[in-house]
Nanobody, 122 residues
Framework: QVQLVESGGGLVQSGGSLRLSCAAS????????MGWFRQAPGKEREFVAA????????HYSDSVKGRFTISRDNAKNTVYLQMNSLKPEDTAVYYC???????????????WGQGTQVTVSS
């Protein structure tokens, strides 16, 4: 079992940057693929980025490609999301998730954090 806790959200102006962190508990963190998802009010949860357990694969949604970077440090049981050139449409609650299958679909991820709010002002 994996427990996930996100941090690093906040209020930032358009064009600014934030780095989200997701700390995981459990000895098997390094064996899970990790993903970041987000959910804006009134919208469905959507995929943002994923990184494989082996670091060999990363994948981004088209809306964040070139602006966001996902990384992980298995020694620290932590996954990160560096967000640059933020836009008002990036405003959402951001969730990290862990799963055994390489996927970009929320239902494929078994473990979820509680989320952290990111608000981008125009």
């Amino acid at each position: 079992q994996v427990q996930l806790v996100e941090s690093g959200g906040g209020l930032v102006q358009s064009g600014g940057s934030l780095r989200l962190s997701c700390a995981a508990s459990g000895r098997t963190f390094s064996s899970y693929h990790m993903g970041w998802f987000r959910q804006a009010p009134g919208k469905e949860r959507e995929f943002v980025a994923a990184i494989s357990w082996s670091f060999s694969n990363t994948h981004y949604s088209d809306s964040v490609k070139g602006r966001f970077t996902i990384s992980r440090d298995n020694a620290k049981n932590t996954v990160y999301l560096q967000m640059n050139s933020l836009k008002p449409e990036d405003t959402a609650v951001y969730y990290c998730a862990a799963g055994s299958r390489w996927s970009f679909r929320p239902h494929e991820y078994a473990y979820w954090g509680q989320g952290t709010q990111v608000t981008v002002s125009s």
